[in-house]
């Protein structure tokens, strides 16, 4: 009965992944925050900074980069020290 809850924590994400996963929900949170920051005049007016560089081109590729980092952080396997092995 013991090993099997031991095997039970072997497929739990170890609390480096869960902040790998955190600093890429940070880097998505600053991507949107990039695309929503800037002037709003309302929707009668027409507002040219919403075809910005940084809204078209930088801010997709950083909330990019984030959902990139939230999978490797899913998919790293930390290293175990040997004592915890055996």
């Known amino acids: 009965m013991n090993n099997n809850n031991e095997d039970n924590l072997n497929f739990r994400l170890a609390r480096k992944n ?4 955190g600093i890429g929900v940070l880097i ?10 800037g002037n709003n005049s309302g929707p009668d007016t027409f507002e040219p900074d919403i075809f910005s560089f940084r809204r078209i081109v ?3 590729m950083v909330v990019f980069f984030g959902f990139l980092s939230i999978i490797v952080a899913i998919c790293y396997s930390p290293k175990q020290n040997k004592e915890n092995k055996e």
């Open 28 to 37: 998505i949170v600053v991507g949107l925050a990039l695309m929503l920051i």
């Open 58 to 60: 930088i801010a997709p």
């Open 18 to 21: 869960i902040w790998l996963m």
